[in-house]
């Protein structure tokens, strides 16, 4: 097991984001997958329109979710292969920052009758 003195990345962290899940999948079969790496503390699965797709897991220890990630980064569950990252709040809140800055230009576009540029 590891011990105190391991030295991990700065990036390396409790909570996973995983992409490119099957959109029918469950809780209970997230938490068969992940729960083999240690206690989960939370799992959270996507059910938006912009967020199927995708979950949240949490784990009690780093250590279980460095493992997870080690072992389940491309793994194949039902004919789609993962992709599993490190959460790191800084990107998440840029992509949010980023369609938030999208919608409002193109509430003035329209309020002033511009068309959207192409590379929008």
């Given amino acids: 097991m590891a011990t105190a ?6 990036d390396v962290n409790r909570c996973l984001y995983v992409r490119n899940l099957p959109f029918k999948i469950s809780s209970e079969e997230m938490y068969d997958i992940f729960g083999k790496f240690g206690t989960i503390r939370q799992i959270r699965v996507g059910n938006a329109q912009d967020t199927k797709g995708t979950a ?6 780093i250590f279980d ?11 194949n569950v039902g004919g789609r292969y993962l992709v599993v990252l490190y959460y790191q709040a800084s990107k ?3 992509r949010l ?3 938030q800055k999208k919608a409002e230009l193109n509430k003035l ?3 002033y009758g511009m068309a959207a540029s192409a590379n929008d």
Wanted: no cysteine; hydrophobic share 30%.
């Fill in 5 to 10: 003195k391991t030295k991990l990345s700065p």
């Fill in 56 to 61: 949240f897991v949490v784990y009690d220890d």
């Fill in 65 to 75: 979710a460095k493992r997870a990630h080690e072992a389940l980064s491309g793994f």
């Fill in 92 to 94: 998440m809140t840029k």
């Fill in 97 to 99: 920052d980023s369609k």
């Fill in 109 to 111: 576009r329209e309020k």
